[in-house]
C-alpha cells in the first residue's frame, strides 16, 4: 500500500496537538504504521498550528511533501499547504469560512454550524473533523468513540456521550454528503500492538528502565515533555524529578545524586547545555557518572525555540574546559532512543564519565510507532551494568583514583565504615586530595585518557549501513534524526533505478579512526547529509578519523531535512 | 577527633579558618560522628580548601555551586548529614541564586560560610558582604553597592535554621556547628572571620567591637524578632548566637518516594507495563 499523509492545521491554543495524537493513536490501533511531525510557533494563544501524520502498512521513519488529506480549521492552513496538495489531495474545510477555487478534492463540512447546533465550544471542532476523517478512510469509528471515553471518562459519561456527539456528527455529514469521495484507505487491520512515543518520551522510558533515581531539569523547548512525563511517573516509579532554579543546580544537583550513588540525569536544549558546561567538567575530572539529554533547536542564543536543527554537534563534543573523556550518542529514531538511553548509562557508570544523548526537535517531539512486545522485551531484559561501582572497597587504604590499565577505577558508594574519600574538581592524587605536582598531574591525565581507547575498544559501535556500499551509486552519511528521511529518500531513489547505501552514525563521539575508516573508498560518491550549516559531522569525521566528505547537502532553516529534498538533489547533481 | 585530621592546613598564620577547622571537627566528634558517616561538599575559596584538612565522604566542587550538589548528595541518601564549607563569595555571590532557592526549599542540609567580608585566595577583591565604601583590589575607588544581608535573605526565604557567629569564639562557633546539624532542614551559619592578609577593615578587634551576643530575651522561634535581630548586621552591628529557629517538614521529608527508605535502597522499578499504557 502507499503512505497516506493526514494533516490538520488551525490557530494555535485550540486543539491541533491533542487531535493530531489522537489521530496517530487511530492509526496504530488500525493496524498502520506512523510517522508525525508538528510545527508550532514559540507561543501560547494565536498563530498558527500544524500536525501532520503518516501512515502505511510499512514502518515509516520520515513525513512526504504531498499531502493526502487536508483538514483546514482556518483558511491560513489551506493558504500555507496548497503548493502541498494535487488533483487527488482531499481538503477538509468549511465553505462557510472560505471557496477553494483550486483543483483539489473539495470536501465542505459545516463544522462550525455543527458546533452551534450542539452548542460547542471551539476546541470540539477537532472533535467533528476526526470523526469526518473516520467516514472518508472509511475507519473504524469505534476506535475514535474509544479514544473519546479514555480522554473524557473521568468527568462523567455524560461528559463523554457529548463529546461523542461531535465525532458522530462529523462522521455522518461526510457519509451523507461526500458518499463518492470516501477512501478505503484506514480499514481496520489484526496487527500486533503498536506504541506511539516521541523521543522525549522514549528517552523518559530508557530512564526508568535503566533504573535511574533522579532526573533534574529546568524546562526548555524541546526538551521539556521529558520533565513533565518523568514528574507524572515519579509516585509509581520512585524516581525523584526535580525542577531546579536554573540549569546549573540541576547538573550540580544530579551530580551531588551520582556522587551517592544514585544513577542520574538531566536533560536541557542548547541554551540551558551552555550553562552546564562548567560542571559536565567537573563530571570527567571527579569521574562522576552523569546522562545529560540535549534536545538541539535552532540557536544561536535563543534562535528559534520550536523548531529543529543539529547545530550543537560539536559543542557537545567538545563542551567543557579542559580536557577528559565524554561520549556522545546521537539516536536516529524512538527504538534508537529507547537502546542508547540504556546504554548511556551503563556506559556512563562503567567509565564514569559524563555521556551526552543528543537529540533535536524533530526526534524529540515527532510521534513513531514502535512493536509493543520488542519494546517491552528490551525493558523487561536489561538489567544495569555499574561497572567498577561498588558497595565495599576491595582494597585498604581505598584509592578513588587508582591507577589503572584500562583508565577505571573502583568507584566506592560513600557510606562504608572505616572509608571515606574526595570526589574532587581540582586535579588530585590517587587517594583523591589535592595536587599540583608533575608527576601525578600526568599520572592521572593519563589515567583519565585511557578510559577513551578502553571504550572504542569495547563499547564503541560501528555506524549502522543501510543498502550495500559496494554495490551503490551513492554512499549517503549522516547522524541522528536524519536517518528518517534518508531511509524514505532511498526507498524512493531505488524505484527511480538509483542504488543507494547510508552510513548511519550514532556513535558520534569519540569515533574509532581505525574501524571507521574501512566503510570509506575513493571511488565511491559519498553525500553528507545534516541539518546544520556548517557541516559539523564533517568536521568531526575528518578530525576524528582523516576522512573527508566534499559532498554536502545541508539545510539549516529550522525545518528538517526533507525526503523530496534528497530525492530532488539526487536528480539535478 | 584525630580521626577527621587530614593534611596539615595550609590557611595564613592566625586566619579565622583555623577556629572553624577545629570547630568544625570537635562538633562532629561530639555529635558521635565519625569520617565514614558524613557526606561534605566543599565550595571554593580558602574554607572550600578544608577538603584536604578534614577527612570525610566529601565533594570539592565548582564554584558556587556546592549547595546543589548537597542537596542531590541528601536526596540520594538522607540517612547521611550533608554539610556545606563554602565562603561568602561562592554562596552568596556566585553560588547566590541557589543559596536563595535552597531556603525556599528547607533542604535538610547544613550550610557553614566562612565571611570575612572579601575575597581571600584571589588576593583581595570585593566579596558580597563588604561593607559599602570598602576599598579593595577590584574596588580601588570603594565599593559602590551595599552589602547583602545573608541573615535577612535565609530568615525570609524559608530557612528554618539561621545563625550567626565569630571565630573569636570557638566554643560558640562549636556549639552552633552542633545545633545546626542536629536541626532537620535548612540550616545557615554564617561566620564572621577576619581575613588577616587582605582585609584590614574587618578585623579581630573590628568584630569584636561591632558584635553581641543575642541573650537569653531574644525568642528565636518568633520570625519579626529574628528579622529585626538580622537587620542589624546591614549596620554593622553584628548579633551573634541563633536568630531563628522553628521547626518545618524538610524537602526530603516531602518526597512520597523517601518513605520507604533512602533513594539509593529502594528497589529497581520494573513494572514497565504500566508505564506504556499512555503511549497505546
Known amino acids: ?573 | 577527633m584525630d580521626d577527621f585530621n587530614a593534611y596539615a592546613p595550609t590557611w595564613c598564620p592566625g586566619c579565622g579558618d583555623w577556629a572553624i577547622g577545629v570547630a568544625l571537627k570537635q562538633a562532629l566528634t561530639g555529635l558521635g560522628y565519625s569520617p565514614s558517616s558524613v557526606n561534605m561538599v566543599f565550595d571554593i575559596g580558602c574554607s572550600g580548601n578544608m577538603n584536604d584538612f578534614i577527612n570525610a565522604y566529601a565533594v570539592h566542587g565548582l564554584h558556587g555551586r556546592s549547595i546543589p550538589v548537597a542537596i542531590g548528595m541528601k536526596l540520594a541518601n538522607h540517612k547521611m548529614p550533608v554539610l556545606v564549607v563554602g565562603g561568602d563569595g561562592g554562596i552568596y555571590g556566585e553560588g547566590g541564586n541557589h543559596f536563595i532557592h535552597a531556603c525556599r526549599g528547607n533542604h535538610d542540609i547544613t550550610v557553614i560560610v566562612h565571611d570575612n567580608e572579601v575575597y581571600g585566595l584571589t588576593t583581595g577583591q570585593a566579596a558580597p558582604t563588604s561593607s559599602k565604601g570598602m576599598k579593595t583590589k577590584s574596588t580601588p575607588t570603594g565599593l559602590i553597592e551595599s552589602s547583602l544581608n545573608p541573615l535577612a535573605i535565609a530568615i525570609t526565604q524559608g530557612a528554618t535554621y539561621v545563625a550567626n557567629t565569630f571565630t573569636g569564639d570557638i566554643k560558640g562557633v562549636v556549639e552552633i556547628i552542633k545545633q545546626g546539624i542536629s536541626h532537620k532542614g535548612f540550616s545557615l551559619i554564617n561566620i564572621l572571620q577576619p581575613c588577616i592578609s587582605f582585609n584590614k577593615f574587618n578585623t579581630y578587634q573590628y568584630f569584636n567591637e561591632h558584635s553581641y551576643k543575642l541573650d537569653e530575651k531574644h525568642n528565636k522561634a518568633d520570625f519579626n524578632s529574628a528579622l529585626i535581630k538580622a537587620m542589624e548586621m546591614s549596620t554593622e552591628k553584628y548579633p551573634l548566637g541563633v536568630l531563628y529557629q522553628v521547626e518545618k517538614p524538610a524537602y526530603h521529608e516531602q518526597l512520597t518516594q523517601l518513605v520507604a527508605g533512602a533513594l539509593i535502597e529502594n528497589k529497581r522499578y520494573e513494572n514497565f507495563g504500566g508505564l506504556i499504557k499512555e503511549f497505546f
Open chain 1, 1 to 573: 500500500m502507499t503512505k497516506f499523509l493526514w494533516k490538520i492545521g488551525g490557530e494555535a491554543g485550540f486543539g491541533i496537538m491533542t487531535s493530531g495524537v489522537t489521530f496517530a493513536k487511530i492509526a496504530t490501533r488500525s493496524g498502520y504504521h506512523i510517522f508525525d511531525y508538528a510545527e508550532y510557533p514559540s507561543l501560547v494563544r494565536g498563530g498558527h498550528n500544524t500536525y501532520e501524520v503518516l501512515f502505511s502498512e510499512e514502518e515509516v521513519f520520515a513525513t512526504q511533501k504531498k499531502i493526502d488529506l487536508l483538514i483546514c480549521l482556518n483558511q491560513t492552513t489551506y493558504d500555507f499547504h496548497k503548493s502541498r496538495l494535487d488533483s487527488n489531495s482531499l481538503v477538509v474545510y468549511d465553505n462557510g469560512m472560505f471557496e477553494i477555487n483550486d483543483n483539489i478534492v473539495k470536501v465542505h463540512l459545516p463544522f462550525k454550524s455543527i458546533l452551534q447546533e450542539l452548542n460547542g465550544q471551539q476546541v470540539m471542532m477537532n472533535t467533528i473533523v476526526l470523526g469526518a476523517t473516520m467516514a472518508l478512510l472509511e475507519g473504524d469509528i469505534n476506535l475514535l468513540y474509544s479514544m473519546i471515553e479514555e480522554q473524557f471518562q473521568r468527568k462523567g459519561k455524560e461528559v463523554v456521550d457529548y463529546n461523542k456527539q461531535f465525532a458522530q456528527k462529523g462522521y455522518e455529514y461526510i457519509k451523507n454528503n461526500h458518499p463518492d469521495k470516501i477512501k478505503s484507505i484506514l480499514i481496520k487491520k489484526d496487527e500486533k500492538e503498536k506504541l506511539v512515543m516521541t523521543g522525549n518520551e522514549s528517552f523518559s522510558l530508557g530512564t526508568v528502565t535503566a533504573d535511574c533515581r533522579l532526573y533534574a531539569a529546568y524546562p526548555m523547548t524541546p526538551a521539556s515533555s521529558i520533565l513533565t512525563v518523568l514528574a507524572q511517573w515519579q509516585n509509581q516509579t520512585g524516581m525523584i524529578v526535580r525542577h531546579a532554579e536554573d540549569e546549573i543546580a540541576v547538573i550540580n544537583t544530579a551530580l551531588g545524586s551520582s556522587q551517592s550513588g544514585a544513577r542520574s540525569a538531566v536533560g536541557t536544549s542548547g541554551g540551558g547545555f551552555a550553562l552546564m558546561t562548567e560542571t559536565i567538567s567537573f563530571s570527567g575530572t571527579a569521574e562522576l557518572p552523569l546522562v545529560i539529554f540535549l534536545g538541539q533547536r535552532p540557536g544561536p542564543a535563543t534562535g528559534m525555540p520550536t523548531w529543529t536543527e543539529q547545530g550543537d554537534l560539536l559543542f557537545a563534543c567538545y563542551s567543557g574546559h579542559g580536557e577528559f573523556p565524554k561520549i556522545v550518542l546521537a539516536p536516529g529514531d524512538i527504538d534508537e532512543m529507547l537502546k542508547l538511553t540504556v546504554k548511556a548509562f551503563d556506559l556512563a557508570d562503567i567509565y564514569q564519565v559524563p555521556v551526552i544523548i543528543l537529540a533535536d526537535k524533530l526526534l524529540c517531539e515527532s510521534h513513531k510507532s514502535l512493536d509493543k512486545e520488542q519494546a517491552m522485551s528490551f525493558m523487561t531484559n536489561y538489567q544495569p551494568n555499574r561497572g567498577k561501582t561498588v558497595c565495599s572497597p576491595t582494597d585498604k587504604p581505598y584509592l578513588r583514583y587508582k591507577l589503572s590499565d584500562d583508565g577505571i577505577s573502583e568507584r566506592l558508594i560513600p557510606g562504608v565504615q572505616g572509608s571515606f574519600y574526595q570526589s574532587n574538581s581540582y586535579e588530585h592524587i590517587e587517594d583523591g586530595h589535592t595536587t599540583e605536582q608533575s608527576k601525578p598531574r600526568f599520572e592521572q591525565v593519563n589515567k583519565r585518557g585511557k578510559k577513551i581507547n578502553t571504550y572504542l575498544t569495547k563499547d564503541f559501535d560501528l555506524p549502522a549501513v543501510y543498502g550495500d556500499v559496494e554495490n551503490a551509486n551513492i554512499v549517503f552519511v549522516s547522524w541522528g534524526s536524519n536517518k528518517g528521511a534518508i531511509l524514505e529518500a532511498q526507498k524512493i531513489l531505488y524505484a527511480q533505478g538509483t542504488k543507494s547505501a547510508f552510513i548511519h552514525f550514532t556513535h558520534v563521539y569519540p569515533i574509532d579512526s581505525n574501524k571507521v575508516n574501512g566503510l570509506f573508498s575513493k571511488d565511491k560518491r559519498y553525500i553528507l547529509i545534516e541539518n546544520n550549516s556548517q557541516a559539523q559531522f564533517g568536521q568531526l569525521l575528518r578530525m576524528q578519523t582523516g576522512v573527508e566528505i566534499k559532498e554536502k547537502f545541508l539545510k539549516y532553516d529550522g525545518r528538517p531535512v526533507w525526503v523530496e529534498e534528497i530525492v530532488d538533489y539526487i536528480k539535478k547533481h
